[in-house]
């Protein structure tokens, strides 16, 4: 595709939720049923999308060379949990997935990046009785993604569709709402977007995080960067098969998601615009080495007295448990110095006073 013009690559604003309804939808995505009234409740969610839940919609993709099987809600189709890169060994860099099975059985979530556990729930204020499911971590498998696109695009060679890449937030050390919790399934976006005549393909991305995508002194820096990337060059080879136009994409992001975003988009991503919503390089810049040698130090001093492991050899629930007990909640706003050229600053006026 044709280099993005800075128009097309706009940096659209830094979002608040509560001055910016439409991007909160889509930044929340909603514990909600698929129509009629919204509703904060994640069991409820659940079971409307199990009764309206056909297993059985096939995709045959030639760039894949797979027959994808996914799953059918009202008029919307998820390919779940597909992977899109391989993580050979602890902090490595990320590489292409090799070629998938003849057929791939998309209908259940791929697991997330390990990592402490937290109320997400209370985060977000949904109710202390509504329990959010769990979700299956594992640290070479979390580099999958999910993709939501509307049934016509499997059955019709219908103008392809605008992509929309949702990267979570989460302070770079945790999931803060994915597809499988209900939080950020993209599923009601892409319903929405048929209702209005304007239909989308929503694709939601998993990726390293805390630790795993710190690394350590022998290891690349900003590895879930990485991640993120191979998804993003995941999607420009593969979403046309989906129905998807690849150079229709946009990329947004939440809180740390943002920051993520406002990266890819300094670095010539392969996308027409970014949204960032609540984030980004200027609110949360590269940390010193110094820094980043104190915080492996401080979980090193951890996990000598849990075993006497080191960085690349503990085992997992070793290194969630010393994140924990460290009391780090933030260990990744990119190690310096960042492995990303900055772009050519271009003010944008719009008569809104931040700060006075």
Known sequence: MAEPS????????????????FVRSVTLFRLQGLSGQREHNSEAYRHLCETRMKAGPVLASESLCSTLLGVELERVVQFRGIPYGEIPSRFAEPRPKSALPR??????????????AIDVGHLLRIPSQHKLPPEPEDEFRCLN???????SCLSSKRERLPVFIWIHGGSQAVTFGS?????????????????QGKPIIVVTV????????????????????KDQALALNWVQKHIADFGGDPDKISLAGESAGAVYCHAHLVTGAPVRGV???????????????EKASVLRQTLRKHLQGAGGFELDDAPVDKL?????L???????????????????NEAIITNTTLFN
Do not use: W
């Open 326 to 344: 460290s009391g780090i909640s933030q260990p990744t706003h990119f190690s310096a110095p960042p492995t990303f050229r900055h772009a050519k």
């Open 103 to 116: 057929e791939v059985d998309c209908t259940s979530f791929g697991p997330r990046c390990p990592q402490v």
């Open 275 to 289: 949204i960032l919503c609540s984030g980004s390089l200027y609110l949360s810049p590269p940390q010193s080495e």
């Open 145 to 151: 993604l999910d993709v939501m696109t509307p049934r």
């Open 320 to 324: 969630v448990e010393a994140l924990e």
């Open 206 to 225: 998993q990726y390293r995080l805390n630790i795993f995508a710190f690394g350590d002194e022998a290891s690349s820096k900003n590895l879930a960067l």
């Open 6 to 21: 800075a128009k097309d690559a706009l940096l659209i604003c830094i979002l608040h939720f509560a001055t910016a309804p």
């Open 179 to 195: 597809a499988a919790s209900g939080v950020c399934d993209g599923t009601q976006v892409v319903e929405d977007s048929i209702s």
